[in-house]
């Protein structure tokens, strides 16, 4: 990180925020991490009577999980190289990655041979449906609850620093639906987004429209890497 790189607002949960700030700095920018989201556990029994195979949407997924229950041994199906590093940083030894979104995972499922339901640890509101294709391929899915996102303020001084900020990250819907709720009233005309897909520009569109925020950019894919890839300031 040198003096006077570009600055960088994260807005993802910690410890994810963490991360993704290691890479904006080894890539020469600033980060600020103000996440506008943090990450709760919700009470789950972890049943896994009939479950043959768990599927990971997310980093926070795996962390709950491991959290609730000492299952190592089940194979692992994630949705990215990330998510697959957290399975294997538990201990899950038998991971495959679709390094994709949840329709590519949910093809990898479908294309493997093992006995039993699928069992998927996600969010409270998930930002996919994986239950439903997996369904269709006639496999059992079951997705049960075990986190959930809470929006929080960010600090005052990160609000101060917007026209300063070269530009903001996005990795989920919720979060950019928090932004353009904070940008309706203290609108930042010159920031710039960058948004992990196109989902998670959508809520922020009218806002650009409306010259309430600035240009607004989508990752062709939804991986940090292809996000970072948008940094060209």
Not at 101 to 111: N, Q, R, S
Not at 150 to 158: D, F, L
Request: contains cysteine.
């Amino acid at each position: 990180m040198t003096t006077g790189a570009p600055r960088l607002w994260i807005t993802r949960a910690r410890p994810g925020a963490e991360a993704t700030a290691a890479r904006l700095s080894a890539l020469g920018f600033t980060p600020l991490v103000d996440p506008l989201l943090e990450i709760r556990d919700l009470p789950w029994t972890a049943d896994l009577a009939g479950v043959g195979a768990l599927a990971f949407t997310s980093l926070n997924g795996v962390a709950a999980f491991v959290r609730a229950s000492g299952e190592r041994a089940l194979p692992v199906f994630a949705v990215g190289t990330a998510t697959a590093h957290a399975a294997a940083e538990a201990g899950f030894s038998t991971i495959e990655s679709a390094q994709g979104d949840v329709a590519e995972l949910a093809a990898l499922i479908a294309a493997r041979a093992f006995a039993g339901a699928v069992l998927h640890p996600a969010a409270a509101e998930p930002a996919g449906d994986l239950a439903s294709p997996l369904a269709r391929a006639g496999i059992e899915a079951r997705s049960v609850a075990v986190y959930e996102s809470i929006e929080r303020a960010p600090q005052p001084s990160t609000l101060a620093a917007l026209d300063a900020l070269a530009g903001v990250l996005l990795h989920s819907p919720k979060a950019a639906r928090a932004l353009a709720a904070l940008l309706e009233s203290r609108p930042a005309p010159g920031l710039r987004a960058f948004c992990l897909s196109p989902a998670v520009a959508a809520p922020l569109a009218e806002l650009a429209d409306a010259g309430k925020l600035g240009p607004v950019a989508a990752a062709p894919r939804p991986h940090e890497t292809a996000l970072l890839d948008l940094l060209v300031l």
